[in-house]
């Protein structure tokens, strides 16, 4: 087993922690305090060809692994879990149509949204259909070459200013399995973008509702066949969950190094608060589990790249790395004491970005479930 990256992810590695440095640092803070979407650092990092990582090259995008995808994403969540989750939302969005698409609508929509900065959206989710996916309530209905969508969805990142929306919706109400997808323009009458959430961590990753009342798209715009939609989901959220688990590193990352600064620093009883072996055991734990994780959630990513199943390593990692994150960063506050708790230092933001790592793209307790189904079987 080679546990080393290669020279190109190394390299990317590297240039993606010094972008982060120079241009996600030093604003991270006032995004979290304005709960603003960092329009300036996509545009960045899409001049740089550092977006749209799961699209092709052949469509417009950068065409990059998904080991070096989870690396960029990871170290953009260095500086900030919400940025990283911003920059991570266009994959997630385009991935039913990469998968599932016909050449025709790849080709439609793809380059273009890749080749001018455009945003995209996942709609899955709905007031009564989070962890229940088949309880998806939108629906499709065809009449002549066009279908008609009526539904709510919620809590969809960058919902707001999204130019496309990949929407679930039942082709058929009265069966659970006709979840189907579709992609639809943002500008097309009835879709209406609905409140915009105020939320306790990421905020710099813009989450929102979205409603659709009569909208009316091409027949054309279904990706692959209708029914296929609750398949392509589970797989789109099997290709994005180590990313969820790649934030969770990122951001563990950063309240790690806080907390080592800081107990370096900090001199009580006449001395630094690092001589003493509780700090250097909260420490150490913190270290070991960040590697643990680490290492988690890039063997599920590496699977996915050898083209080998990755559903349950996919599960694996995001559940290990996101409660990891939430125990490092809380013990990263506690590190700092008075300090960790106060807005001057960043630990307390890292805490509260760290909770939505066990909530999002599938609640932990979810890929309990889905482990446990893989290991009972
Ligand atoms: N890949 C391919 N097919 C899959 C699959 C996968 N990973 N998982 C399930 N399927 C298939 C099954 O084989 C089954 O096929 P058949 O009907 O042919 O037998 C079908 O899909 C239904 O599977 P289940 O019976 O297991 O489905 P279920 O209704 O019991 O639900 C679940 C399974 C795992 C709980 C699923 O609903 C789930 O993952 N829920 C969580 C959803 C989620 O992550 N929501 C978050 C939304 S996105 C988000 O957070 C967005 C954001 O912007 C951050």
Same mark, same amino acid.
């Given at each position: 087993?080679?546990?080393?990256?290669?020279?190109?992810?190394?390299?990317?590695?590297?240039?993606?922690?010094?972008?982060?440095e120079k241009e996600i640092v030093p604003v991270a803070r006032d995004l979290d305090d304005k709960e603003e979407y960092p329009?300036?650092?996509?545009?960045?990092?899409?001049?740089?060809?550092?977006?749209?990582?799961?699209?092709?090259?052949?469509?417009?995008?950068?065409?990059?692994?998904?080991?070096?995808?989870?690396?960029?994403?990871?170290?953009?969540?260095?500086?900030?879990?919400?940025?990283?989750?911003?920059?991570?939302?266009?994959?997630?969005?385009?991935?039913?149509?990469?998968?599932?698409?016909?050449?025709?609508?790849?080709?439609?929509?793809?380059?273009?949204?890749?080749?001018?900065?455009?945003?995209?959206?996942?709609?899955?989710?709905?007031?009564?259909?989070?962890?229940?996916?088949?309880?998806? %309530?939108? +629906? !499709? $209905?065809?009449?002549?070459? *066009?279908?008609? /969508?009526?539904?709510?969805?919620?809590?969809?990142?960058? #919902?707001?200013?999204?130019?496309?929306?990949?929407?679930?919706?039942?082709?058929?109400?009265?069966?659970?399995?006709?979840?189907?997808?579709?992609?639809?323009?943002?500008?097309?009458?009835?879709?209406?973008?609905?409140?915009?959430?105020?939320?306790?961590?990421?905020?710099? %990753?813009? +989450? !929102? $509702?979205?409603?659709?009342? *009569?909208?009316? /798209?091409?027949?054309?715009?279904?990706?692959?066949?209708? #029914?296929?939609?609750?398949?392509?989901?589970?797989?789109?959220?099997?290709?994005?969950?180590?990313?969820?688990?790649?934030?969770?590193?990122?951001?563990?990352?950063?309240?790690?190094?806080?907390?080592?600064?800081?107990?370096?620093?900090r001199v009580q009883f006449g001395r630094p608060i690092a001589y003493n072996q509780g700090i250097q055991f909260i420490l150490?734990?913190?270290?070991?589990?960040?590697?643990?994780?680490?290492?988690?959630?890039?063997?599920?990513?590496?699977?996915?790249?050898?083209?080998?199943?990755?559903?349950?390593?996919?599960?694996?990692?995001?559940?290990?790395?996101?409660?990891?994150?939430?125990?490092?960063?809380?013990?990263?506050?506690?590190?700092?004491?008075?300090?960790?708790?106060?807005?001057?230092?960043?630990?307390?933001?890292?805490?509260?970005?760290?909770?939505?790592?066990?909530?999002?793209?599938?609640?932990?307790?979810?890929?309990?479930?889905?482990?446990?189904?893989?290991?009972?079987?």
């Open positions: 087993m080679i546990f080393e990256l290669n020279d190109e992810q190394k390299a990317i590695k590297k240039m993606v922690r010094e972008f982060t329009f300036e650092i996509i545009k960045k990092l899409d001049e740089l060809g550092l977006s749209n990582l799961a699209v092709p090259e052949e469509y417009g995008g950068p065409g990059v692994d998904s080991l070096s995808a989870t690396i960029i994403i990871e170290e953009l969540a260095f500086g900030c879990a919400g940025v990283a989750t911003s920059a991570a939302c266009n994959s997630l969005a385009l991935y039913p149509l990469i998968l599932g698409g016909s050449q025709k609508l790849k080709e439609k929509y793809l380059p273009f949204i890749c080749n001018n900065g455009k945003f995209a959206s996942f709609c899955l989710t709905e007031p009564n259909a989070g962890s229940d996916v088949g309880a998806v %309530s939108t +629906t !499709a $209905e065809k009449k002549g070459n *066009e279908y008609i /969508i009526n539904g709510n969805k919620c809590f969809i990142t960058s #919902g707001s200013h999204a130019d496309y929306y990949t929407v679930f919706a039942k082709t058929n109400k009265n069966d659970p399995k006709s979840l189907s997808a579709f992609m639809v323009e943002a500008d097309l009458p009835g879709v209406v973008r609905g409140k915009k959430e105020i939320k306790m961590g990421i905020r710099a %990753s813009d +989450t !929102a $509702e979205i409603i659709f009342e *009569e909208v009316k /798209i091409p027949s054309e715009n279904l990706i692959g066949k209708e #029914g296929d939609g609750f398949r392509l989901s589970m797989q789109t959220l099997d290709m994005a969950r180590p990313t969820v688990g790649a934030i969770a590193v990122g951001l563990a990352q950063a309240a790690f190094e806080a907390a080592v600064s800081h107990a370096k620093e150490a734990d913190m270290a070991t589990e960040i590697e643990a994780a680490r290492l988690l959630v890039y063997q599920a990513s590496w699977l996915k790249d050898q083209k080998k199943p990755f559903s349950r390593q996919s599960a694996i990692s995001k559940l290990y790395a996101s409660d990891m994150a939430m125990r490092v960063t809380t013990n990263a506050v506690q590190v700092l004491g008075g300090y960790g708790y106060s807005r001057e230092y960043m630990v307390e933001k890292y805490m509260r970005d760290a909770k939505i790592m066990q909530i999002y793209e599938g609640t932990n307790e979810i890929h309990r479930i889905v482990i446990a189904n893989q290991i009972l079987k």
